[in-house]
């Protein structure tokens, strides 16, 4: 629910909608051939490919696809946590062992997700991962991410502070979405790296 909201949350709203639209477009050809490019421009970077654990999530709608690289990892042997909504918009974890480890969970009137289908391991276990992978709209010139506004990363970047965990945090967006600025707020916490289908890019 938004109360008035800040100016910076004025911003993000309205770029959301910007972003979204954009996706919304994509076909179905263009949402097949972003995912395969982002798993091999993904398995690229170095932090993965050290990567004894990964939080990571699975692709819905028009987001960048996810599924080709959950499946990369998991046959290198990398451990896959995947996240489950909960009633107060926080993440459980459960591990990702195949495409028949996942089943859809509606939430409410919201879009059906796919989520681990096994073993709750508690939101605490995303402070083993070495890697964090993010969804998000955008980011800019400093790491700074633009989220969807549900505010369950949030958490889990908060959750990650408190336990003194350092993974590299990884978002994974469309060539498009990598942009000059977005309107930044106190909690917010630059991202190591974006991943799009074209390049790696990093940020100090």
């Known amino acids: 629910m938004r109360h008035g909201g800040t100016g910076a949350e004025s911003d993000k709203h309205m770029l959301r909608r910007e972003f979204l639209a954009v996706r919304n477009r994509l076909t179905a050809d263009d949402l097949r051939a972003t995912a395969a490019a ?97 969804p998000g709209l955008a980011v800019d010139a400093r790491g700074m991410r633009l989220g969807r506004g549900g505010g369950s990363y949030d958490r889990v970047l908060a959750r990650l502070d408190r336990a003194g965990a350092r993974p590299a945090l990884v978002v994974l967006l469309y060539d498009t979405e990598v942009v000059a600025h977005v309107p930044g707020e106190a909690h917010d916490r630059p991202v190591r790296a974006v991943v799009t289908p074209s390049g790696i890019r990093r940020f100090t």
């Open 38 to 134: 982002l798993a091999d421009r993904a398995l690229e970077l170095p932090e993965l490919a050290h990567a004894r654990t990964v939080a990571a999530y699975v692709s819905v709608g028009a987001e960048p696809g996810t599924r080709a690289l959950l499946d990369a990892l998991h046959a290198r042997g990398v451990r896959v946590l995947l996240p489950a909504l909960l009633p107060d918009n926080d993440l459980d974890w459960g591990a990702y062992t195949g495409e028949d480890s996942l089943a859809p969970v509606r939430h409410g009137g919201r879009m059906t997700l796919l989520e681990p289908a096994g073993e709750r391991l508690g939101p605490d276990a995303v402070t083993g991962a070495d890697v964090v992978l993010l």
